[in-house]
């Protein structure tokens, strides 16, 4: 009776969520899938939750159906574009939101999520991580250095996330910004058995997974007298501040690695020596931009090495386009699309006339590193984390 009762919620939710939809489709010309496939209504913004809608509505059963639903709803990078064009254009419908409770409903009639995501979910499951890492191997890359580990007294926790384990870019990434927090002299610890934040879960639709994580999570930041976190993701970021408890998060700050450096620099704890002459782009991570509105700190942290122009894509900030990563898509594939997200990024970077495209995310930094190999332009344009760049500036 439960079960049912959490079904009839998902479907209510959705559909009161999509009552508000005018199928205007202003938000199609918006949404990254529109520019990645042929041109179908149902691979844009709002044939995705037109096609929820009706499932919904009419009570659709058929595997088959379902299984072609499923395929379009996971297919979503969740980057927020489709919401922000219909605040400006329509009745600001929060399609994000309904799509996210389409894949719990999908999971909950066993249809979801994709099958290449389920091992992830298993992973997450068994081993706090969604890449099939025992914990022991967590912390095997910082053998050898002198990372401090988190203790109570301590002034911030640097929450490294998942990625940096398993993924050398990324574990560049967390040791440049070891560096710069030592340089500052900030007191920072990590944490010797610190585990997802839940993101991957609640991205692909499984919320109970989701809440048993948070609650593991907050019991671990309790215990330990946790008041600041910095994370190295975007996605952690923005699960920590929006999808956690407020009530349990209370007196917890919480900031993306990027705003912490402009806040160093501000209060002159950080300065860059070494400048170069480069023109650099600034690839605006979905979660810390669109997500949470964090436009100007990674930029103004740019602005403070010597030397450097930042030139901004033609789509930038509120306009910018996803790398191809969220929403679940950094552990499956779609074979309706015909062009990779970050392989557009990377020619966009080229004409506004970048030589260095620098982000703040792990997964905008896989994905365009690859860009720039998939587009075969490895000698005109580089691809570097914010974190990396401002280290080579010491």
């Known amino acids: 009776m439960q079960e049912k009762n959490g079904k009839e919620e998902l479907r209510k939710d959705i559909l009161d969520i999509l009552d508000y939809c005018i199928n205007c489709r202003f938000c199609l010309p918006s949404c990254p899938r529109f520019d990645i496939t042929t041109g179908e209504v149902s691979q844009g913004a709002s044939g995705i939750t037109r096609a929820l809608y009706y499932a919904v509505k009419w009570g659709e059963t058929d595997r088959e159906t379902l299984n072609e639903l499923r395929d379009i709803i996971y297919s979503c990078t969740t980057c927020r574009n489709c919401e922000i064009a219909c605040k400006r254009l329509s009745t600001a419908t929060k399609l994000v939101e309904a799509i996210e409770k389409g894949r719990q409903l999908l999971i909950e009639e066993m249809i979801g999520p994709m099958p290449e995501q389920k091992r992830a979910l298993e992973s997450l499951s068994t081993y706090g991580n969604p890449y099939g890492e025992p914990p022991s191997k967590r912390t095997a890359w910082l053998k050898g250095l002198n990372v401090p580990r988190f203790s109570k007294g301590v002034e911030v926790l640097f929450y490294i996330g998942c990625t940096a384990p398993n993924d050398l870019d990324a574990q560049n990434m967390a040791m440049a910004l070891v560096q710069l927090l030592e340089k500052a002299q900030v007191r920072f610890g990590i944490l010797e058995d610190e585990i997802c934040c839940g993101n991957p879960a609640l991205k692909m639709g499984e919320g109970g997974l989701f809440e048993e994580i948070c ?39 919480v900031q993306h690695y990027s705003q912490f450096l402009d806040d160093l620099i501000q209060q002159k704890r950080l300065a860059f020596k070494a400048g170069t ?20 700190a990674p930029r103004m942290v740019l602005r403070s090495i010597p030397g450097l122009e930042v030139v901004e894509f033609p789509r930038a900030r509120e306009d910018s386009l996803c790398c191809g990563g969220g929403g679940g898509r950094m552990w499956t594939d779609f074979g309706a699309e015909v062009d990779r997200l970050a392989n557009i990024r990377v020619r966009e970077a080229l004409e506004a006339g970048a030589e260095i495209v620098v982000t703040a995310c792990p997964w905008c930094l896989i994905n365009m590193v690859d860009g720039v190999k998939s587009v075969n332009v490895e000698g005109s344009i580089s691809i570097k984390d914010l974190a990396e760049f401002c280290a080579e500036a010491l």
């Open 277 to 296: 002459e480069k023109k650099v782009a600034f690839q605006d991570p979905c979660y810390l931009g669109k997500h949470n509105d964090v436009y100007d």
């Open 215 to 253: 609650e593991k999570n907050l019991s671990h930041l309790d215990s330990l007298g946790v008041t600041h976190i910095v994370t190295l993701s975007p996605h952690c970021f923005d699960t920590f501040l929006n999808r956690y408890p407020q009530e349990a998060m209370q007196g917890i700050k």
